[in-house]
């Protein structure tokens, strides 16, 4: 007697039918939405900076603009024969700031240029290009007077002074030059 196994019929998979994917797009698009929501709502937020003028905490003590200055318009050059010689680039221009820091902390305070950076809501970090003093430390209670140059966009835009230890200090707009 010959038997022959049962024969199971071929599994077909079937692609995706038009009703699967009429329930399947909403469920992404909704996902990606509470993804979104989710990340906004668990962001850091920012700390805004101190306004123009007024003090902000740093690192061992306070630090101040006492000025925000286009190259451009009031002459000044830093010492030196070769410094800033080249001209900024294209939507660009210089700015000097002035900041003051005072060592409150009894370690003192420590000034280093290349930690100063200006950064702009929503993105883009500007380092100096040209800085004095070079590196130091001020005791409890002495102050240093910072000069920062910076290339930065010659627009109303929004600029942070971003320092070491602390919120940031506001540029203000009246650095620019360009239309709004």
């Known amino acids: ?38 990340n906004v709502l668990l962001a850091a937020p920012r700390t805004p900076p101190a306004l123009l003028g007024a003090s902000a905490d740093v690192s061992g003590g306070l630090a101040r603009i006492q000025g ?23 939507g660009l221009h210089r700015v000097r700031i002035l900041v003051e820091l005072t060592a409150m902390e009894e370690d003192g305070l420590s000034f280093d240029p290349a930690e100063y950076t200006v950064s702009a809501l929503g993105g883009g970090t500007w380092e100096a290009v040209w800085s004095a003093p070079a590196p130091t430390q001020a005791r409890q209670g002495e102050t240093i007077d910072a000069v920062l140059v910076f290339e930065l966009p010659d627009q109303a835009i929004d600029l942070t002074l971003d320092v070491p230890g602390g919120a940031g200090l506001s540029l203000g707009a009246g650095h620019h030059r360009g239309s709004d």
């Open 1 to 38: 007697m010959e038997t022959t196994a049962p024969t199971n019929p071929p599994v077909s998979i079937a692609p995706a039918t038009p009703r699967r994917w009429r329930f399947l797009v909403p469920i992404i698009l909704l996902a990606l939405v509470g993804a979104v929501v989710v």
């Open 68 to 90: 925000v200055l286009p190259t451009e318009s009031d002459g000044w050059a830093p010492p030196g024969p070769a410094a800033l010689a080249d001209p900024s680039g294209a």
